[in-house]
């Protein structure tokens, strides 16, 4: 079981796929904050067999969580306030994303030129598949 | 604006309005000879497809129209390295419509986000074909009378041959049609359209390996070219090669009105013996290619 009773005000990103964890703690940059960092590598969940964790102290500031859930579409999120679980959220999946996925596809007009946004297009809700606007590549979620 | 990039762009029921002034066309090629007269058409290849080029600006030709553009990137402002973006920016205030082919996936949906003219994908890479798969159809349309209710063979390259993936894509749309699928297993079709397409849809298809077992159940015999480029080592090419070829041998294990189509151009996947089988229909839908790039521009440049 995951022990919030620690972290009295922070974030709790559970529900990682096993191994996930570093793509999630580079994508928000967790590198460069202040706040200390957790990652619970290889958890036990009834759910998933295995899964990471990250617990992040304090806040983040204004960023946009739910674009997390197109990395990992099993991802939820718990907001701890005064060592509590204040929102437990599941998140929504955008229907499209802006330069958030890249497309890896070498046959793909974005692999020449780099001005072009690489946009995203949800096709498949249940298992939070994204495909490349331009090339329909589904993004490899690792 | 609409632009034609994929062909499932066209609604059912506009496929059905295109179709139906492509075979307006057929029978009177000249019906509409002058009507883009004033107008242009720029054709951007920035990959040579002569065939497809060709067949764009004898459409344009026809109806009276002028036409423009580049047949390679060498020839080209992107050989400077000037973005598709930025080519488009500049054509759309000397064109009135445009043709776009594409070594890379997914750049005439560019040039369409930047056009304020429409836009045809005349082919991007191995993805979208969209101008091919209406030639087609509307080969099966006015040869067979009908777009429902046949079954289909596909032989040959079936895992890199766009032009099969966007035709199953597009007669799956229609009800009581059978698929027979004819190829090495080295060259399946690939599990996205099985199952994508296929099973999503519940549509009834058989893989099989040989041609001859299954010719007399065939309405339509769509044959493809092996390409060469498509093999890592020229020893399974040269060993696949000659697996599918259609001579007139097998064709007389055929229906008497089965047709026999053919994207062009062949290598020798189809023996010249059969070239004068009545059956054989490959350059009668080349023919037919130009009439509904024909239809296609009108209906885009809202003239009919
Ligand atoms: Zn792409």
Do not use: W
């Not at chain 1, 304090?58 to 701890?80: C, F, K």
């Not at chain 1, 958030?100 to 007009?109: D, F, G, T």
């Not at chain 2, 066309?25 to 065939?51: M, N, Q, V, W």
């Not at chain 2, 895992?159 to 597009?170: D, E, M, N, Q, Y």
């Amino acid at each position: 079981m995951l022990n919030i009773g620690v972290l009295r005000e922070g974030i709790v990103i559970d529900h990682i796929k096993a191994g996930g964890a570093m793509k999630i703690y580079s994508y928000l940059n967790l590198e460069n904050v202040d706040n200390s960092v957790a990652i619970i590598k290889n958890a036990r969940s009834n759910k998933m067999g295995k899964k990471d964790i990250i617990k992040i102290e304090g806040n983040l500031g204004d960023i946009n969580l739910d674009v997390l859930g197109v990395l990992d579409h099993r991802i939820t999120i718990n907001i701890i306030e005064d060592g509590v679980i204040k929102v437990k959220k599941n998140l929504e999946l955008p229907d499209t994303v802006e330069n958030v996925l890249l497309c890896k596809n070498p046959r793909c007009i974005t692999s020449i030129e780099q001005s072009i946004p690489h946009i995203f297009h949800l096709t498949d809700k249940d298992n939070g598949m994204y495909r490349c606007i331009y090339c329909e590549q589904e993004h490899e979620k690792r | 604006m609409k632009h034609i990039i994929s062909p499932t762009d066209l609604s059912l029921s506009e496929l059905d309005e295109l179709l139906d002034l492509s075979e307006e066309i057929i029978e009177d090629p000249s019906k509409y000879s002058e009507i883009c007269h004033g107008k242009k058409l720029a054709s951007l290849f920035y990959e040579p497809s002569t065939r497809t080029r060709l067949s764009f600006e004898a459409a344009m030709l026809n109806l009276g129209g002028n036409i423009l553009g580049f047949s390679s990137a060498d020839s080209s402002s992107a050989a400077k390295g000037e973005s598709v973006a930025d080519t488009i920016r500049v054509i759309s205030s000397y064109a009135d419509i445009c043709a776009i082919r594409h070594p890379k996936e997914g750049a005439p949906l560019v040039a369409s986000h930047h056009s304020s003219i429409p836009v045809i994908n005349a082919g991007d890479g191995g993805h979208n074909h969209p101008t091919q798969t209406f030639t087609d159809l509307l080969t099966i349309k006015h040869l067979k009378g009908r777009l429902q209710e046949l079954t289909i063979g596909f032989c040959g390259d079936l895992k890199f041959g766009r032009t099969v993936h966007s035709l199953i894509t597009a007669l799956a749309r229609y009800s009581n049609i059978k698929f027979i699928l004819i190829s090495p297993k080295e060259l399946k079709i690939p599990d996205y359209i099985r199952e994508e397409i296929l099973d999503a849809k519940g549509i009834s298809y058989v893989e099989v390996r040989g041609l001859e077992e299954v010719m007399s159940y065939l309405d339509i015999l769509y044959m493809t070219r092996v390409q060469r480029e498509r093999f890592f080592n020229e020893a399974d090419y040269v060993r696949l090669k000659d697996t599918y070829v259609l001579d007139s041998r097998k064709m007389t294990l055929a229906k008497e009105d089965m047709l026999v189509l053919h994207p062009l151009p062949r290598v020798n996947e189809i023996s010249t013996d059969v070239d004068d089988d009545p059956r054989a229909v490959y350059f009668k839908q080349a023919q037919y290619g130009v009439y509904v790039r024909m239809a296609l521009i009108m209906k885009l440049l809202k003239l009919v």
